[in-house]
Antibody, heavy 123, light 107 residues
């Protein structure tokens, strides 16, 4: 069974940084596109970032305009873990952040999700 | 970005009803359309991908149709467990985008 468990969410001041982690089990994380999707309190779903499956040419990263230049998605294949480094955090980054496994396409349909981790940006 | 517009935003229905949710894309997304169900405090769960392909383990009471820019999710014989929020999602190109959601409430 596919299992994703996000961690690293916390209360952080504006301008601060956080790193979210998402260890995966039940599949090889580097074999598919992996993504972060967030949901602000009481709001809908917003795609944040994706990293394509590993290939001989490497991987490609993608970012929403709202986080480009501030967030960095990465993957540690030896730990089968996905990360999201979040810098220069703003109040409107407050949300539950989900990691999501792709279905093999790129962009992917998100066929498995973690339970989410809450990031609160506030002074 | 491709905008996804769902209607209605809220839908009141009774157990046993047949309901339809519509999703319109701001431009042609071919068949790169998925539907998710989300319950309060829980992660979304994919129901349908590629417009009409039922995800493994999902009830056949859920079905999807459409192409290009207009898509529908239909739920037949609504069950108590179906009261939730539903989102469409286009994955034709980056940036992937979601509809704003349709909350299905008990009438």
């Amino acid at each position: 069974d596919v299992h994703l468990v996000e961690s690293g969410g916390d209360l952080v001041q504006p301008g601060g940084s956080l790193r979210l982690s998402c260890p995966a089990s039940g599949f090889t994380l580097s074999s598919c596109t992996m993504s972060w999707v967030r949901q602000a309190p009481g709001r809908g779903l917003e795609w944040v970032s994706s990293i394509s499956a590993a290939s001989s040419a490497g991987s490609t990263t993608y970012y929403a305009e709202s986080v480009k230049g501030r967030f960095t998605i990465s993957r540690d294949n030896s730990k089968n873990t996905l990360y999201l480094q979040m810098d220069s955090l703003r109040a409107d980054d407050t949300a539950v952040y989900y990691c999501a496994k792709g279905d093999g396409y790129n962009p992917p349909c998100f066929d498995s999700w973690g339970q989410g981790t809450l990031v609160t940006v506030s002074s | 970005d491709i905008q996804m517009t769902q209607s209605p935003s809220t839908l009141s229905a009774s157990v046993g009803d047949r309901i339809t949710i519509t999703c319109r894309a701001s431009r042609d997304i071919s068949d790169w359309l998925a539907w998710y169900q989300q319950k309060p405090g829980k992660a979304p769960k994919v129901l349908i991908h590629k417009v009409s392909r039922l995800q493994s383990g999902v009830s056949s009471r859920f079905s999807g149709s459409g192409s290009g820019t207009e898509f529908t999710l239909t739920i037949t014989s609504l069950q108590p467990d179906d009261f939730a929020t539903y989102y469409c999602h286009q994955y034709n190109i980056y940036s992937p985008t979601f509809g704003q959601g349709t909350k299905v409430e008990i009438k």
